[in-house]
């Protein structure tokens, strides 16, 4: 279950481009929790990224 949570430590500058719709339901999601943007991103990459089936990880 994908849990919002909040703050992080370190971290890199990088650039993404994103569909305009899925930025805007993740701004809505991100400001209806009180987070920021960056913050909800990061969550939804690792929750994908913790999830992934073993067949789809690259060593």
Do not use: W
Request: aromatic share 8%; net charge negative.
């Amino acid at each position: 279950m994908f849990k919002i949570q909040k703050g992080y430590g370190s971290h890199v500058t990088k650039s993404f481009r994103l569909p305009e719709e899925l930025v805007e339901k993740l701004d809505k999601l991100a400001f209806e929790n009180n987070i920021s943007l960056n913050q909800l991103v990061i969550q939804c990459l690792n929750y994908a990224l913790d999830d992934m089936e073993e067949s789809d990880k690259q060593e």
